[in-house]
């Protein structure tokens, strides 16, 4: 109610006063304290109360007394001020007007309006001593017109007026008009007002009272002038018509880029000049009426930049403009009131407005760029800042530039500070350099594969909606915004206090919101890194998938492949899933791993491939080629073909330990597994070759090449499982541990555990596609050796070994399957034999020889490592001579 009182009183002390501001810019001084000094306010107080104020120092003693003791607010004490004084029914008895420079006018202003630039400056002459202010000027003009012909005041309509009323409905526009949500001017801009090529009856047309052709050429020149000065603020004229039309412009200039260099239409004015006019006249005319061309063209782009559609970026860049075109206003006034005086000639007003029309081109050029590029957001901001540096020359154009990119920047910077400091992204118009792809996705529709994608996914950088000033943070401010979403998505508070949180474009001081964005990426980093490794237990998580996926708990290991090989030697197809879902749960309780407190996130899994499609699909992800909708044909696969962990991760975990993370660790388990189920297979053979020792020597003798060739299948294997487990593996995870407890942010994490993944698929020959198949190769081929023995011990029991080799192998039940039929021979168990070692060796061969060739091309010292170890006695020398020749 205070409110309503004090603004009611304080209208109508504007009304009796005659006051040059209005009630809402002079309450807006208060309200906005952080832009007036305390000095300043009651400067203003001053000026504005103390003529009309009886008693004026002690009702500014309160008002002081109420901010300095009573802790009040600017603008409540400015409310207790008014409600308590009294004001005088008359104007106080002071002389005539204050007689105020030019300067003075401009600066009063200032303190309501957009900063007057020194390039729209009309500086008096020295003989002009005596100036008057910018309220009288509006007086003396209003008094011209009243004094012109009936015909004269119907069909004029002077500058001055237009200039009372747009200043006049300032204030109405700023409370009727917010521009900028996020970042609101706090002063609205001056009315726009353009020509009219429609006859429009609501827009003024000025109309000379008499023909000019046979008045004196200064007469002339002075009517010309009255007409020129409207002209040059948008008020159509007869001497002066305006006509537009549009016309084709080469871009290609300081504001271009080098994609875009084709001509392109844009509306211009161009003016008709009365032939009654003399031509000297003329000719200084084509000097200044392009001028009133600029301003067409600025206009326009006002209007067109205030559209809902625009963002907040180009409205703000519009809002700026605003008040350079206020500025422009006050100079047109004041070459007025010169020429009232008859103090202003064509020659004077040229040269007080070269400067003026240097500053309109420039903002003209802007508008230009702006809407034949159709720019928005962002990409405003840069094509502002790429040509402040080519202004260097020229101090007032760059000025201006530099005054647009900072008032344009705002709303962005608003939008960037929100997005840093919380990591909250508030964009309705698409402007900000990040872009949110999951923003209207539900909480119901968080699933897995949301959480997955999350990190990768969700916030996605748009580099054409990168400032040029904001080029080298783009990553930092990403990631900043990302880390404290994350944080925010867990449930936990985000604060971030700052000594200086004003984040604001700055061309002299750029280190200032770079310090402030490199501050903010610092809390974020470490609160996320926190939350992850502290209150997540990363580290658990990870040793515990390292003891399951990496083979890191040996006896669980063993006891689970005891328990569960029977099962997976089935069909694929046959295995049933709950069975091994059972055995795990066993096989955790009974061995070591009990004491895992993850061990509950473990699971089975049976997928439709082998590992050399697994791979396949993992390398085509990478490509970016779909892998989801592929069928796979699982008929011909056992399940240890297809076997494998999977681990169940929540957020924020699944940030590190994701879906293509999981998928990685699963390969090098399978290989790892698939080579421990060779060496199991391997290990019963050879206990069930203990039989053959019961025989005589003769006999035995017989099975000495099946013994040997068993024993270098184990060798191969074993000595392939040591290399991948303890050569490449555990020194990476050692080297892996010691990056992880240095990492100064998530990103360090996700890179080091990327790093060590990478590097054991590497090595482990998981990425050589035809190494693969090789090693593949290798173990099916100990595996039908296997079968062969197995199949074969029957045979052991018998007394008779002589009987034994002189019947037909293929007599047996299962002779189907491990003999083979040449020229219409039985092939005898040595001859089987023989030909397993055949097989054995050449694929051993063949891995060796793909081996070397990689660790020659790569310089691997790892790759030589393994054929040292298979190759440890030469024996398979020989053989890889021959190959190669």
Not at 171 to 180: D, F, G, L, P, T
Not at 308 to 326: F, H, N, R, Y
Not at 739 to 747: E, G, R, V
Request: net charge negative; proline share 3%; charged share 25%.
């Amino acid at each position: 109610m205070a409110d309503v009182k004090a603004k009611k009183k304080l209208q109508e002390f504007v009304q009796k006063t005659n006051q040059k501001f209005s009630s809402d810019q002079i309450m807006g001084v208060y309200k906005n304290s952080e832009k007036y000094s305390f000095e300043k306010q009651s400067s203003i107080l001053k000026q504005l109360f103390k003529p009309y104020t009886p008693d004026f120092d002690k009702y500014q003693s309160q008002f002081e007394n109420d901010i300095k003791k009573s802790k009040k607010t600017s603008y409540d004490a400015f409310v207790s001020f008014l409600n308590n004084i009294t004001l005088n029914n008359t104007k106080p008895q002071i002389p005539a007007k204050p007689s105020l420079s030019i300067e003075e006018t401009v600066r009063a202003k200032n303190d309501f309006e957009s900063p007057v630039l020194c390039s729209t400056r009309v500086e008096g002459s020295q003989k002009q001593q005596e100036t008057v202010s910018l309220s009288e000027i509006k007086e003396r003009l209003a008094q011209v017109t009243q004094q012109g012909s009936r015909q004269g005041q119907q069909s004029v309509r002077s500058s001055s007026t237009f200039l009372r009323q747009s200043f006049n409905s300032s204030s109405a526009s700023m409370n009727s008009k917010k521009v900028i949500p996020t970042s609101p001017m706090s002063h609205s801009s001056i009315a726009s007002w353009n020509f009219s090529f429609n006859d429009d009856p609501v827009l003024p047309v000025m109309r000379m009272p008499k023909p000019i052709i046979g008045l004196p050429s200064t007469a002339q020149e002075r009517a010309v002038i009255s007409e020129l000065l409207s002209t040059l603020i948008g008020i159509n004229g007869s001497l002066i018509v305006p006509k537009m039309k549009t016309t084709s412009i080469d871009i290609r200039d300081e504001f271009s880029t080098p994609n875009h260099l084709n001509d392109n239409r844009i509306c211009v004015v161009e003016f008709e000049l009365n032939e009654q006019i003399q031509e000297s006249i003329r000719d200084m005319l084509g000097d200044i009426l392009p001028l009133a061309n600029f301003y067409f063209q600025i206009q326009n782009f006002i209007e067109m930049s205030r559209a809902p559609d625009s963002g907040q970026v180009l409205q703000a860049l519009s809002e700026a403009m605003s008040k350079l075109i206020t500025d422009y206003y006050g100079t047109i006034a004041q070459l007025e009131a010169m020429h009232i005086k008859e103090e202003l000639n064509l020659h004077k007003l040229l040269f007080y407005l070269r400067p003026i029309i240097q500053t309109m081109e420039t903002l003209t050029k802007v508008c230009h760029v702006l809407q034949v590029n159709n720019v928005r957001g962002g990409n405003v901001l840069t094509k502002l800042h790429d040509n402040i540096a080519l202004y260097s020359g020229d101090k007032s154009s760059q000025e201006i530039l530099i005054y647009l990119t900072q008032k344009a920047s705002e709303p962005y910077m608003e939008i960037l500070k929100l997005w840093i400091f919380k990591g909250v992204i508030q964009d309705p118009k698409m402007e900000f350099l990040i872009e949110d792809t999951e923003k209207d996705c539900q909480e119901s529709e968080k699933n897995e594969n949301y959480f997955d994608n999350f990190w990768d996914k969700r916030y996605m950088i748009r580099h054409e909606k990168i400032p040029r000033f904001l080029e080298k943070q783009a990553n930092i401010i990403l990631r900043t915004g990302k880390y404290l979403n994350v944080v925010r998505e867990c449930g936990k508070r985000v604060v971030f206090t700052h000594s200086q949180t004003s984040l604001r474009f700055s061309h002299t001081d750029e280190q200032n919101y770079v310090n402030i964005i490199n501050d903010a990426y610092t809390f974020a980093s470490k609160a996320l890194l926190e939350l992850i490794m502290n209150d997540n237990d990363l580290m658990g998580h990870l040793l515990s998938v390292k003891r399951y996926f990496l083979l890191h708990q040996g006896d669980f290991v063993v006891q689970f492949m005891d328990a569960c090989e029977g099962e997976l030697l089935n069909n694929v197809d046959d295995v049933i899933p709950m069975r091994l879902e059972n055995l795990l749960e066993l096989t955790l309780r009974l061995s070591s791993a009990k004491h895992d407190k993850y061990q509950d996130d473990l699971l089975t899994m049976l997928l439709p491939f082998d590992i050399c499609t697994q791979m396949s699909k993992i390398i085509k992800s990478d490509m970016g080629v779909d892998v989801d909708s592929e069928i796979d044909d699982t008929s011909t696969l056992k399940g240890i073909e297809c076997f494998t962990f999977g681990y169940t991760v929540h957020w924020p975990l699944s940030i590190v330990l994701n879906h293509m993370t999981i998928s990685k660790y699963q390969l090098i388990f399978r290989q790892l597994f698939y080579c421990k189920h060779v060496e199991n297979y391997l290990c019963r053979v050879w206990i069930a070759n203990t039989n053959a020792k019961k025989f005589d020597h003769s006999t035995s003798e017989l099975y000495r090449t099946a013994f040997t060739l068993r024993q270098r299948m184990m060798n191969a294997i074993q000595n392939l499982e040591y290399y991948m487990m303890i050569e490449v593996i555990e020194p990476v995870w050692h080297i892996f541990m010691q990056q992880l407890a240095k990492a100064k942010n998530i990103d360090d994490v996700l890179i080091f555990h990327e790093d060590f993944l990478d590097h054991c698929l590497k090595n482990c020959m998981l990425t050589y596609p035809d190494l693969l198949k090789r090693i593949i190769s290798v173990c099916n081929s100990c595996i039908s050796f296997c079968q062969f023995i197995e199949e074969a011990q029957r045979h052991f029991i018998d007394a008779e070994l002589s009987s034994m080799m002189s019947k037909s192998y293929l007599e047996d039940d299962c002779s189907d399957q491990q003999t083979s039929i040449d020229e219409g021979n039985i092939m005898t168990f040595s001859q089987k034999v023989a030909e397993y070692d055949e097989t054995f060796t050449t694929n051993v061969v063949r891995l060796l020889d793909a081996v070397t060739e990689i660790a020659e091309t790569d310089n691997s010292e790892k790759f030589f490592s393994l054929c040292n170890r298979i190759n440890f006695n030469h024996y398979y020398t020989s053989h890889l001579n021959l190959r190669r020749k």
